[in-house]
């Protein structure tokens, strides 16, 4: 399920959050750093699997949130060249036994103006081997609600 606000057209698929761009995340040409939209990324989805029940707490977290980034791809449209909110859609688009990837969109707080889109995968570890290890039933259910609903067949 997805949220929206007045200015924010809903999406049909994953969730968008609302996360703030600070004047210390753009650099000296006065846009967003490239290196930030990273941590806007991990801003936007900690919130969400927080308010699931998935909130880091140190030792007691989840051991879903015990996971490592594997792959982080980034394409840039349009710079972020203001300090604000900014829309971050996410969603997955791969659940598999142990490894998921996110695909994201940055885009405009009213939707119009796409500035970035990329994916991020990451595998579950088992925190005494660093191996990988499948995701919890609690965690696979939360994810299952992210996944991108296939094309209908033509």
């Given amino acids: 399920m997805t949220h929206a606000t007045l200015d924010q057209p809903v999406e049909r698929f994953g969730h968008v959050e609302h996360v703030p761009v600070h004047f210390d ?16 990324l ?26 490592a980034v594997r792959e982080f ?5 349009a710079p972020i060249a203001a300090t604000g909110p900014v829309a971050v859609h996410f969603w997955l688009a791969h659940l598999g036994t142990s490894s998921a990837e996110y695909a ?3 885009r405009s707080v009213d939707g119009v103006t796409l500035h970035a889109e990329g994916t991020r995968a990451i595998v579950r570890l088992d925190p005494a ?3 990988p290890a499948p995701w919890s039933e609690a965690g696979r259910a939360v994810a299952e609600t992210l996944l991108r609903p296939a094309p209908a067949a033509a």
Avoid: C, K, Q
């Fill in 25 to 40: 995340d753009l650099d000296a040409l006065g846009i967003m750093h490239n290196a930030r939209y990273a941590v806007l």
């Fill in 42 to 67: 991990e801003r936007a989805l900690t919130p969400y699997w927080a308010d699931r029940g998935h909130a880091y707490r140190g030792r007691d977290s989840s051991p879903d949130l015990f996971h």
């Fill in 73 to 77: 791809t980034i394409r840039f449209r």
């Fill in 104 to 106: 994201f969109e940055f």
């Fill in 129 to 131: 081997t660093l191996r």
